[in-house]
């Protein structure tokens, strides 16, 4: 399994990916907000297995033990801090609280951004709660 999901990740970004490339018209669809919440879930499921089962310690030991461990703590770093700049102005303009939601990707990297992301798509289809 180790040994297999790592590439059956990489084709679904990979098709995910060329697919916005060629998509035409805004990216507005409504399953997006289902999508994100399923994948968020369903990563920190996964996420939660890995800590059960390896413990917290081995994270930072995957990314302080060689190069490439930091290489992709970088990569990381820097696609997390990307994202929630290009998500911050979107999130700000519908009213939503974004020191919380930083503190939350700030712990969790991917497990809050998909959720935070989510949230504003749907904030920007339906508006906030009244």
């Known amino acids: 399994m180790l040994q297999i999901l790592p590439p059956l ?4 970004a990979a098709g995910f990916i060329l697919w916005v490339a060629v998509s ?11 999508a994100l919440v399923a994948l968020g879930l369903g990563f920190a499921a996964f996420s939660a297995l890995t800590l059960w089962r390896d413990g917290v310690m081995t994270f930072w ?5 060689n190069l490439a461990g930091n290489q992709v703590w970088f ?5 997390v ?3 929630f700049a290009l998500i911050a102005p ?8 974004l020191l919380p939601w930083s503190v939350a990707v700030l712990i969790t990297a991917s497990i809050a951004l998909l959720p935070m992301l989510a949230r ?3 904030l920007e289809r339906n508006g906030p709660r009244r």
């Open 9 to 12: 990740a990489y084709l679904a």
């Open 24 to 34: 035409r018209g805004p990216a507005r669809a409504r399953w997006h907000v289902g």
């Open 61 to 65: 030991t995957n990314h302080s033990t």
């Open 75 to 79: 990569d990381l770093l820097i696609a």
């Open 81 to 83: 801090a990307v994202a």
């Open 90 to 97: 979107r999130a700000r303009a519908v009213g939503m609280p």
């Open 120 to 122: 504003l798509l749907w």
